[in-house]
């Protein structure tokens, strides 16, 4: 299934599509980080911008219910937010990825630019289908992996991986995630 285009999102918050298009549209954001992120965002639109609500079939307190819904669905995403955010401030406050990024020796830790505010951090590695492959929370700017992970990982394959800041009560944002290969996967074991 490729990518879910905005207007699939926001009917899935809206719950205006048929159940076998609901279903799969949610088996897709399950998957997909990209998307998840990208569902962020429409939902953001959808609650302040006023000529978004052409896609507002229900009233938007349905689409509230639908995040709700999916929190108990995605593990780590968070409720609906403020509505009060601006967008600019999502966007000025994201994390960067620093290391790994493109071919490396082995994976021994991530490591990423803090955010003035932030708390924690999540990071994710993902596979090239989207799947994550391990994930954690520090407050620090870096995270070990553990050598069990690293060793799974396959010589001649592309990773990926991300970070989100949290910088609110439930507010995260996140880098946009870097691709990176490993060399030597077991030279930690
Ligand atoms: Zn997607």
Do not use: K
Request: aromatic share 6%; glycine share 6%; hydrophobic share 45%.
């Amino acid at each position: 299934m490729p990518h879910l285009e905005p207007e699939q999102i926001a009917a899935f918050l809206e719950r205006t599509l048929s159940a076998p298009a609901h279903a799969q549209v949610e088996g897709h954001l399950v998957e997909c980080r990209d998307c998840r992120t990208e569902m962020l965002e429409v939902e953001h639109i959808i609650r302040t911008v006023p000529g978004a609500r052409r896609w507002a079939a229900v009233p938007l307190l349905a689409a509230a219910a639908a995040a709700v819904v999916l929190v108990v669905a995605l593990p780590g995403r968070r409720a609906a937010d403020s509505p009060h955010r601006e967008p600019a401030v999502q966007s000025s406050l994201a994390p960067t990825t620093v290391a790994p990024n493109g071919s490396v020796p082995r994976l021994e830790r991530l490591t990423w630019t803090g955010v003035m505010g932030a708390d924690r951090y999540r990071v994710a590695l993902f596979d090239t289908a989207g799947q994550v492959l391990w994930e954690t929370t520090v407050s620090d700017t870096t995270a070990s992996v553990p050598a069990t992970v690293s060793a799974s990982l396959d010589a001649s394959g592309s990773y990926f991986w991300s970070v989100r800041a949290r910088v609110g009560w439930d507010r995260w944002t996140e880098s946009g995630l870097t691709e990176f290969r490993v060399a030597e996967p077991g030279a930690m074991r």
